[in-house]
T-cell receptor, first 112, second 113 residues
Framework: DQQVKQNSPSLSVQEGRISILNCDYT??????FLWYKKYPAEGPTFLIS?????DKNEDGRFTVFLNKSAKHLSLHIVPSQPGDSAVYFC???????????FGTGTKLQVIP | KAGVTQTPRYLIKTRGQQVTLSCSPI?????VSWYQQTPGQGLQFLFE???????NKGNFPGRFSGRQFSNSRSEMNVSTLELGDSALYLC????????????FGQGTRLTVV
């Protein structure tokens, strides 16, 4: 039972354009959401997070939007840069514990 | 501040053997979580330890076990290895407080032949 779903395994975007990565979840108990970025042969790196009491969080070029009624969140990267090419994982947790459930990842390729 | 250190980085084992992986968290972090990453499956949660106690557990068979020491270092053990256990095993450390992100190590690439 995949509680966190990233339905697009890959995404290609031109440099300078917006990248939008989507994530859906099924567990209504999730109250904290995170995005991680992963390069090959490295561990995931934390990117940005959002609490369920918010609907938007921004950090530089990265913005995460949360739509609780739709159980959907998205990560916007503007403008996209070639160095952003990586696998992006959406993750969620509940109840204050550290059992974080990850999605299967979306491979982003930013084309120069 | 040193990051999360996992050893060894690479490991090749034979079916039926057992293996122990080690993780040293960031200094001051009391929570250590373990994940298995396989192609197409994303990161699957194995278990989380906090102050030497297993606080959360994923849906893995009992062949997968772990422990945490008083210095927060953690080990993961897999017994009776199967070919399907070949994966990247990632360890993540955090303060253990709600709403804080975890920091990952580079992982241990386990290959079972």
């Amino acid at each position: 039972d995949q509680q966190v779903k990233q339905n697009s395994p890959s995404l290609s975007v031109q440099e300078g354009r917006i990248s939008i990565l989507n994530c859906d979840y099924t567990n209504s108990m999730f109250d904290y959401f995170l995005w991680y970025k992963k390069y090959p042969a490295e561990g995931p790196t934390f990117l940005i997070s959002i609490s369920s009491i918010k609907d938007k969080n921004e950090d530089g070029r990265f913005t995460v939007f949360l739509n609780k009624s739709a159980k959907h969140l998205s990560l916007h990267i503007v403008p996209s840069q070639p160095g952003d090419s990586a696998v992006y994982f959406c993750a969620a947790s509940s109840g204050g514990y550290q059992k974080v459930t990850f999605g299967t990842g979306t491979k982003l390729q930013v084309i120069p | 501040k040193a990051g999360v250190t996992q050893t060894p980085r690479y490991l090749i084992k034979t079916r039926g053997q057992q293996v122990t992986l080690s993780c040293s968290p960031i200094s001051g972090h009391r929570s250590v979580s373990w994940y298995q990453q396989t192609p197409g499956q994303g990161l699957q949660f194995l278990f989380e330890y906090f102050s030497e106690t297993q606080r959360n557990k994923g849906n893995f068979p009992g062949r997968f076990s772990g422990r945490q020491f008083s210095n927060s270092r953690s080990e993961m053990n897999v017994s009776t290895l199967e070919l399907g256990d070949s994966a990247l095993y990632l360890c993540a450390s955090s303060s253990g407080t709600a709403g804080t992100e975890a920091f990952f190590g580079q992982g241990t690439r386990l290959t079972v032949v």
